[in-house]
C-alpha cells in the first residue's frame, strides 16, 4: 500500500518545484487529496524511470534541463554557442516554457548584458489563443513577459497581427468576447479584426499580410518559382 499521509509533503514540494501555475490551479480546486494520490504515483513512475533508463539516453525534458544549464552557466559554451547562431527563430512562441525562454535569451543577448538582445538575434511569433500544451508544461505567460521584455528594447519591435481575413464577423465577435475572460490572457488580449478586403490606414506597428526577406544569391528553388511568376 502507498502511505499518502507520509508522502504529502514530497508530493507538493516536487509539483510546485515542476509544474507551476498548472499545479497551483489544482490546488485552487480543493481536490488535494486526489491530486496527492496522483502525484505520489507520479513520483514512482519518474524513480522508476530514472533508474532503469539506459545509459546514455535523454529524453526531451532531459534535454531542455541540460541545455539550460549548459547555457545559463558555462560562459565558455554560451559564448561559442552565440558564435555560431546569428539568428534564433521561434514559431508556436506560446508553447514554449521558462527553461526554453531562458536559454534562448542567452543566445540572443549581447555579451555581458543579458538584458539587450544583439541587433536581429531573435524573432519570436506566438498567438496565446492557440497554447494546447499546458499539459507538457507550456506557459503562456512566458509569451507575455518577453513581449514585455522586448517593448522596452531600442533595438527590437513587436508586431501584431490584429485582422483576420478567414473567419466571418460573428465567430471573431464571440472569440473575442470569450478570450477576453480567459485567465490565459491575463497579460493582455488584443482584440481580432474582422476584414473582408485590404485594411487601410494601417498603424506602423501592424503587419498587413505576408512578407519573405529576399537575400541576393541565395534564392531556393521555391523563392525563384515565385520572383518568376
Known amino acids: 500500500g502507498v502511505d499518502v499521509a507520509a508522502l504529502d509533503g514530497e508530493c507538493w514540494e516536487w509539483a510546485e518545484e515542476t509544474k507551476g501555475d498548472i499545479i497551483q490551479n489544482l490546488l485552487d480546486q480543493k481536490e488535494k487529496s486526489k491530486y496527492t494520490l496522483y502525484l505520489t504515483y507520479a513520483i514512482k513512475a519518474r524513480e522508476k524511470y530514472r533508474a532503469n533508463r539506459p545509459l546514455g539516453r535523454v529524453s526531451n525534458d532531459d534535454l531542455l534541463q541540460k541545455t539550460h544549464t549548459l547555457v545559463c552557466t558555462s560562459k565558455e559554451a554560451r559564448d561559442y554557442f552565440a558564435s555560431k ?77 490584429d485582422y483576420n481575413f478567414r473567419s466571418n464577423e460573428k465567430i471573431i465577435s464571440w472569440v473575442n468576447e470569450e478570450f477576453a475572460k480567459k485567465e490565459l ?26 512578407y519573405y526577406y529576399h537575400a541576393p544569391n ?6 525563384a518559382d515565385i520572383k518568376a511568376l
Open 85 to 161: 547562431i546569428h539568428c534564433i527563430y521561434v514559431d508556436e512562441f506560446q508553447d514554449t516554457d521558462h527553461i526554453q525562454e531562458e536559454f534562448i535569451w542567452q543566445l540572443a543577448s549581447v555579451e555581458g548584458d543579458p538584458t539587450q538582445l544583439r541587433p536581429g538575434a531573435l524573432f519570436v511569433v506566438g498567438d496565446p489563443k492557440q497554447s494546447i500544451y499546458r499539459f507538457r508544461g507550456a506557459e503562456p505567460q512566458v509569451y507575455f513577459s518577453t513581449k514585455a521584455k522586448m517593448e522596452k528594447l531600442s533595438n527590437a519591435k513587436v508586431y501584431c497581427l
Open 185 to 210: 490572457c491575463s497579460g493582455g488580449y488584443r482584440d481580432m479584426i474582422h476584414q473582408k478586403g485590404l485594411p487601410t490606414n494601417i498603424p506602423a506597428n501592424m503587419l498587413a499580410g505576408v
Open 218 to 223: 541565395s534564392l531556393t528553388s521555391m523563392e
